[in-house]
């Protein structure tokens, strides 16, 4: 008897990077090249254990991402991949995406990964002005971004994408205008423009408390992001998640699938997963992945689900089905909400049409207040 395959995601953490940008507090460190053959002999140890684990697993996206993933030489990319298609059955349409820095990419990574079925590449661009790059720790420059850009195409790779961040430390409006008109002139298949937050522990948090930084203004901030949206949307790409935008038919399958809540697995080190009402992270440091130290697991309530469920499909521009909720919840938004939705549907944050609920435009610019109300209590 055929088992029957259950299509998930598969994600792959390559830790390595060659610097740590000012921004970045994401599991990734510099200086440990010497570590990439344990680390991938170790990933592609648990790609077998987790096939073993879920041998009911159909891949339908893989995303490896990083750090740097473009840092690993290509003997060793060739042999995380190619465990990554012996451990799992993959959809023969699979989405198989990889990050890359510019000035990282050589033409002999690029063949190993189009042997390998990799079809759709985001670069971490960031700015097309250098004196951003620089400032933020970026290492490479806009004349790299465009050479690899031109490199992925002569490879057949055109669907890819370009990460553009707003609110950097001395960006004007004209800044990202530039940038813009830069990025778009490469005609990238999608981008993605995220504001910067300064997280906790980045030299980006203690530069902008000593004020050696100044960051543009909340408004200030807000204007940039509705120019990217404009800008973007005159130009063809479709907003269909509150920082991607994507021209038809490029939309990212496997950070869709993520806000949908769809099952997948992580490898490596500090990589996600996500099966059933479990979420796990391997261990966070190159030296505790290496030992084999156990993974963290939350098990969420069914309440925190419900909570999750809206959280992440309030993301996407067309909302989320109240029949796709009702399905993996039991109840619908009434019954899991109450009185809680009243004041986001009334004042025009939220909207419930047609069978799907959804953020305006307006709230999407205030979502997290929307979330706040709709939070569990406990």
Request: net charge negative; with cysteine.
């Amino acid at each position: 008897m055929t088992e029957t395959k259950h299509g998930r995601g598969l994600y792959l953490h390559v830790p390595f990077c060659k610097s740590k940008c000012a921004y970045c507090d994401f599991p990734s460190f510099a200086g440990c090249e010497k570590e990439m053959p344990r680390v991938i002999d170790r990933m592609c140890a648990e790609l077998f254990d987790c096939r073993n684990a879920f041998p009911d697993t159909l891949v339908e996206t893989m995303y490896i991402g990083g750090g740097t993933p473009s840092l690993l030489p290509p003997k060793l990319m060739d042999r995380l991949l190619r465990a990554a298609r012996e451990a799992f059955p993959f959809s023969p349409d699979a989405e198989i995406s990889c990050e890359m820095n510019p000035g990282t990419v050589t033409p002999e990574f690029l063949s190993v990964c189009v042997e390998n079925g990799v079809n759709r590449v985001s670069l971490g661009a960031q700015s097309s002005l250098d004196h951003l790059l620089s400032s933020i720790g970026r290492i490479h420059t806009f004349r790299q971004v465009r050479e690899t850009a031109n490199l992925l195409r002569s490879f057949g790779l055109t669907n890819f994408n370009l990460d553009m961040m707003l609110g950097l430390p001395g960006q004007t409006m004209e800044d990202v205008r530039q940038t813009l008109d830069d990025f778009l002139a490469l005609s990238p298949a999608h981008l993605s423009c995220y504001a910067l937050i300064v997280e906790e522990g980045t030299l980006m948090e203690k530069k902008v408390d000593s004020g050696e930084w100044t960051l543009p203004d909340e408004d200030t901030e807000r204007d940039m992001y509705e120019l990217a949206r404009e800008t973007l949307e005159k130009n063809g790409y479709r907003q269909y998640e509150i920082s991607n935008f994507a021209k038809d038919g490029f939309v990212c399958r496997h950070n869709r699938d993520c806000w949908l809540r769809h099952e997948y697995l992580g490898i490596g080190a500090a990589a996600c997963g996500f099966i059933g009402n479990v979420r796990t992270r391997n261990p966070g440091t190159i030296p505790g992945y290496l030992r084999g130290d156990p993974q963290e697991q939350t098990i969420l309530t069914e309440e925190d689900a419900r909570f999750e469920s809206v959280m992440l499909g309030l993301r996407l521009t067309e909302g989320l089905p109240e029949s796709v909720f009702r399905k993996a919840h039991g109840m619908g938004f009434r019954e899991a909400f109450g009185e809680k939705l009243d004041a986001p549907l009334n004042d025009g944050r939220l909207l419930f049409e047609n069978g799907v609920l959804s953020l305006t435009r307006y709230g999407m610019d205030v979502m997290n207040s929307v979330l706040v109300e709709l939070m569990p209590e406990n």
